[in-house]
């Protein structure tokens, strides 16, 4: 409460200062949304558009992200494979991640999270609002929502195209080609209808977990061990059409394929020679937006679908008599939406909707081990969630917003457990939990051009598919909902015409029953979660040619907090919260010249962080996992208005020595060097 106190007082002090001491300013900053309703102005938020990502070069849309402050992507390194979004220390199913309006989280991962390592070609606009938001988004966004759009198209049809490759990881001898990338869409449209649409396609022999780490698994090897190989592509149609001046109609498809060959364990291990995994996924949403009342009132009508299926191969590995898993996973997903977007009046807009969603899923599991086979497919009955939800934004002064909304979550789903003397399945059991979430805020703008926010909000996640009826679920005990609290003060200072913004601010965010898998490897719930943390941001704009976006966070406190036993008595059990680093800065130096000759400098900074070493035969152990800086540099030149060569070096301090990802050992120095084609439009 002392936090709350110290940022209250400075928050009356600032206020008083800028609206009686500063003389009045008409300017007005205004800060927009990727919703078609009201925006939460008052939340913490950072955006990236397509002209950012093109600049770094950003080989996936983790990569691209990673320069927002408060951010850590964690995963499975720069080949490929999957990778994970951390804000403010919060895991990656805390984030909801939502691309043109569908949210792309599996409900039959571990946690729901969402992977970040497709192709960002298609990508115009990056937009991340930290802090619990399930007012308008519903359940799981207990720390933000990561929205991603994509492009659209207009004018006459336009044929655009990449083709790049690399060598992964100068610094281990591979000096041939072995990491390919490209892309190819086309675009077009008029006053009343566009379409895009289009591919990608990923290539890349990629790198082996055992690779060494100095003090962990340095010497491990004789020989390094197979290459993680990743195959990956995927299509996508984005189309709209206005059927009349009040209604318009737009519809989204995506499809990818992916395979790759990964590793065992959940932190720092062993090379596992033989495990594979094919995923497929397919998202379809259709919308109708309609205007009434000369667009007093906007309402939109959404129909979205997604299909998921994972197959997970693992072969004996050699020397070993039998470790062979199969398993496979199928989930479909289905939300209708309809949303209501009034602007009653110049002092006030409301936004108010109602969703509905279903999850199916199915697994079966296969176990082949000293000869037994342990079959533990499951089948549950279909999820269900409803939200009826009321934001409001109120204006009573200039430069004034007060938001405030409520959101009544129901969820409806099953668990199954077991007889804890008999060890017999019980009946499945329905479960019913009704959670009412809320956010308050405010922004206010003052004549200086100083922004000040204040926002506070809670937020609820029920325990997914996978957490209840995995081999992972625990069936002697059940699971409860994850409570998220979050609260957020940030001051952004605006000078020289807005080409330099400062930003400052500070967030308190607290997660109860956090869902975890404990020292059995079942999930169970923790206690809690608590971060206290600091973000200062700077941010320029063209200036000769220049601009600068450079942010630092500290998280001072991040502690896990269990309920331990010891002799009857219980009491709070506080550890370190692993793969979170407390210590996060970043930095992208961009210089464009005419048009033409681009040059961009990115910089990542991560502090030291606990992680898990999984060295088969070994026990699992806990160690501190080293602070790295990754240094990138990203060059390209426009020869004509068609084509555009472009490189990239990775890494060029070849600082392979870090854990940066869960599972693998990033690769050294990776060159890169490519083509763009650019016709028509």
Not at 133 to 162: C, D, F, M, N
Not at 277 to 300: C, K, Y
Request: with cysteine; aromatic share 12%; net charge negative.
């Amino acid at each position: 409460m002392r936090y709350l106190f110290k940022m209250m007082s400075l928050i009356t002090v600032f206020l008083i200062w800028n609206v009686f001491v500063y003389p009045d300013d008409s300017s007005k900053i205004t800060v927009t949304g990727l919703r078609s309703g009201s925006a939460d102005t008052t939340a913490s938020s950072a955006s990236l558009n397509s002209s950012d990502i093109e600049e770094k070069q950003s080989v996936t849309a983790g990569d691209a992200v990673k320069e927002i402050p408060g951010v850590f992507i964690s995963g499975d390194g720069r080949t490929g494979q999957s990778q994970y979004l951390f804000v403010r220390g919060f895991r990656s199913s805390d984030v909801l991640v939502v691309i043109d309006g569908v949210e792309i989280r599996d409900p039959l991962s571990p946690n729901g999270a969402a992977d970040l390592s497709f192709s960002p070609e298609n990508i115009a606009k990056i937009e991340l609002m930290k802090g619990p938001q399930s007012v308008l988004y519903g359940s799981g966004a207990l720390s933000g929502v990561l929205e991603i759009a994509t492009k659209k198209g207009h004018g006459a049809p336009r044929l655009r195209s990449s083709f790049s490759t690399g060598v992964l990881d100068m610094s281990l001898d591979r000096y041939v080609p072995d990491i390919f990338s490209s892309s190819l869409s086309l675009s077009g449209g008029n006053g009343n209808f566009f379409y895009n649409g289009g591919g990608s396609f990923f290539y890349t022999e990629g790198i082996s977990v055992a690779d060494s780490y100095e003090g962990i698994k340095s010497g491990l090897y004789d020989i390094t061990p197979e290459n993680d190989r990743v195959v990956k592509g995927d299509i996508y149609l984005r189309s709209g059409l206005k059927m009349d001046d009040n209604n318009e109609w737009e519809f989204f498809f995506r499809a990818g394929k992916g395979e790759k060959d990964i590793d065992d364990g959940p932190g720092i291990g062993a090379d596992d020679s033989n495990r594979v995994l094919d995923s497929e996924d397919m998202v379809f949403r259709s919308a109708v937006d309609s205007s009434f009342f000369s667009g007093i009132w906007n309402m939109e009508t959404s129909f979205a679908i997604r299909l998921n299926s994972l197959k997970d191969h693992d072969d004996p590995d050699p020397g070993r008599v039998a470790d062979e898993m199969n398993s496979s996973y199928g989930s479909v997903s289905a939300s209708i939406k309809w949303e209501n977007y009034v602007k009653a009046a110049k002092w006030y807009d409301l936004t108010a909707g109602f969703e509905f969603k279903r999850d199916w899923g199915g697994a079966q599991y296969t176990d082949l081990s000293s000869g037994r086979t342990i079959d533990l497919s499951f089948e549950p009955s279909p999820d269900l969630s409803l939200g009826i939800y009321v934001f409001n934004v109120f204006k009573p002064v200039k430069k004034l917003d007060v938001t405030a909304g409520f959101r009544l979550a129901g969820n409806f789903y099953q668990i199954r457990l077991a007889d804890k003397v008999t060890d017999e399945l019980l009946k499945p059991q329905g479960r019913e939990i009704i959670e009412p979430l809320f956010s308050g805020g405010m922004s206010y703008e003052a004549p200086s051009k100083t922004v000040f926010k204040a926002r506070v909000a809670r937020g609820m996640s029920a325990p997914t598919l996978f957490q209840r009826f995995s081999a992972f679920a625990d069936i002697y005990n059940e699971l409860k909902p994850e409570i998220a609290w979050g609260f957020d003060g940030v001051i952004q200072q605006y000078l020289f015409e807005k080409k330099i913004k400062f930003e400052a601010g500070y967030f308190y965010e607290l997660k109860e029953n956090h869902i975890d898998l404990d020292k059995s490897g079942k999930f169970s719930n923790r206690y809690r979660i608590e971060n206290h943390g600091l973000e200062i941001a700077l941010q320029t704009k063209d200036i000769y040619g220049f601009s600068l976006s450079a942010s630092y966070t500290w998280i001072f406190k991040m502690n896990e907090f269990r309920i331990a036993s010891v002799e009857g008595r219980k009491y709070k059990e506080s550890t370190d919260v692993l793969r979170r680093p407390a210590h996060t800065f970043n930095a992208v130096l961009n210089y464009e010249l005419k048009k033409v000759f681009n040059v961009c400098l990115g910089l990542n900074y991560a502090g030291e962080r606990a992680d898990e070493v999984y060295n088969y035969p070994k026990t699992p152990y806990i160690v501190t996992a080293e602070e790295f800086v990754l240094l990138d540099i990203a060059l390209s030149y426009r020869i004509n208005k068609y084509l555009t060569v472009f490189a990239k070096i990775e890494n060029m301090l070849d600082n392979d020595n870090y854990a940066y990802s869960v599972e693998y050992g990033t690769a050294g120095i990776t060159p890169w060097i490519g083509i763009k084609l650019d016709t028509g439009g």
